[in-house]
């Protein structure tokens, strides 16, 4: 394919505008500078040690060790998931309903599209899998953490109004309704709107990345399209599980609201 | 009519209670006694250890909803979950007589729950639970923030209620309250149930 190789002192090039920030908050005294320079390394470290561990897997192909990294990151972007809570369910709901919600609809989700629309050969292929599952759990990720927040956080803050209906004798689904739906409203939101903007406001980062390594652009938005289905369709399934799994842990068989059950 | 054995949890009981169908018995104790807790406890809102019957059947036999419509908890402040009031009704038909007779405006219906007053709002969440014929009526300080006629108006309704086989719960701080609506009081203490002297 022809397409420009980056060499490092591009790289280092580029790099400058960083330190131009950096030396921004020195002047500027924002106390910024230590904590730029700190997360442009990890990116740089995170980015490098990715990109020689993809290389290797590529070259191996396997399906365990594709497997493997996979759970990696879906329990990594689990951990993700309880950090951004300001409320957190007790015990070991806190960790699991995040990462098994997640778990669930992004292996569903790539491994329809491997099957499906993609086909690569082998079908575990890691050069496909990795990015594809990659994509979907960055979108799922935030669409469950959001729907997470806004249940916890409205059931908190509702709490009178919701055991008003309860005691008047409305179920706990009656009772709950308003505040599932605004939980799911504001995981869907982000996609919602990033495919209401894309290819107007902004390019999506898959297709420009495509259209720099030299794919015909039809080509390059045909992959992005299916992609933007992908991410729909993983974090509506996520967000979906997730929050009426919440909501299910949040009351009991007696229609009670059980927030005892969050920390 | 509605009878408890060695109802507790938390700070609470165990307690034994039993209320007859018509009787109205007022409930004192000072704040954080477990006034609130045992009138949650009596509508199952939060998990609790003991036995809880109604008419002589086991508060498991009830599916949960239909128990807190025959046993029917009116909390000191009320929670709201839509803007305007009638929403808060599933009959509007049946509540409006209730709504008049405690001296609110008919096409109060119409309003918003952030515009009405603490006393409107409090009247309104009685109705709300009234207008179900709930079987029992656990009231927590139902008066508290009313003035003297209004007061007069709740306790007329309720005395028709009992009147008609309802059993009454209620909560009040102002013994000469106690006196006038009820024929027997209860004092809480720690969680402990008593009767008053």
């Known amino acids: ?263 | 009519m509605l009878e408890a054995r060695k109802l507790s949890r938390l700070t609470l009981g165990p307690v034994d209670l039993s209320l007859e169908a018509g009787e109205v018995v007022a409930l004192r104790g000072a704040s954080g006694s477990g006034k609130t807790l045992l009138m949650r406890a009596l509508a199952d809102l939060d998990p609790c250890r003991g036995d809880v019957l109604l008419d002589d059947v086991e508060r498991r036999a009830f599916f949960a909803p239909d128990w807190r419509k025959a046993v029917a908890w009116v909390p000191a402040e009320a929670g709201w979950w839509s803007d305007t009031v009638i929403e808060h009704f599933t009959d509007w038909q049946v509540a409006l007589p209730l709504i008049e007779e405690l001296g609110l405006s008919p096409d109060c219906g119409g309003w918003q729950v952030s515009r009405a007053s603490t006393g409107e709002r409090q009247r309104l969440a009685l109705v709300r639970a009234i207008s179900q014929q709930p079987k029992v009526l656990l009231l927590d300080e139902p008066t508290s923030g009313l003035d003297r006629q209004s007061v007069a108006q709740v306790e007329t309704l309720i005395a028709r209620l009992a009147g008609a086989g309802a059993s009454v719960l209620w909560t009040t701080h102002d013994e000469d309250q106690a006196a006038r609506v009820a024929s027997r009081a209860l004092l809480i203490e720690n969680g402990k149930l008593a009767a008053a002297a």
């Open chain 1, 1 to 263: 394919m022809n397409y420009v190789q980056l060499e490092y002192t591009d790289l280092a090039l580029a790099s400058l505008l960083v330190l131009a920030n950096a030396g921004l908050s020195l002047v500027l005294n924002l106390g910024l500078a230590r904590r730029m320079l700190l997360a442009t390394l990890r990116m740089v470290v995170q980015l490098s040690l990715v990109g020689l561990v993809l290389k290797s897997l590529f070259a191996v192909a396997s399906p365990w060790l594709t497997g493997l990294v996979a759970v990696t990151m879906i329990l990594f972007a689990g951990r993700e998931i309880m950090a951004r809570q300001e409320r957190r369910f007790d015990g070991l709901w806190s960790y699991s309903l995040g990462t098994g919600s997640m778990l669930f609809a992004a292996s569903l989700v790539t491994i329809f599209a491997l099957t499906g629309p993609v086909r690569p050969d082998p079908w575990f292929d890691p050069r496909y899998a990795l990015p594809l599952l990659g994509m979907i759990l960055g979108n799922t990720m935030t669409g469950i953490s959001l729907g997470l927040h806004t249940l916890t956080t409205g059931l908190v803050r509702d709490r009178a109004g919701v055991e008003a209906q309860l005691a008047l004798g409305h179920s706990r689904n009656e009772a709950f309704r308003p505040i599932v739906q605004a939980a799911l409203t504001s995981a869907l939101m982000p996609i919602v709107n990033s495919m209401a903007a894309t290819g107007l406001v902004s390019l999506p980062g898959m297709m420009t990345g495509q259209i720099l390594a030299g794919v015909d652009p039809a080509e390059a938005v045909k992959y992005q399209i299916l992609i933007m289905f992908l991410i729909a369709g993983g974090t509506s399934l996520g967000a979906v599980v997730a929050v009426l799994g919440g909501a299910w842990r949040l009351s009991d068989q007696r229609h009670r609201l059980r927030l005892d059950r969050l920390k």
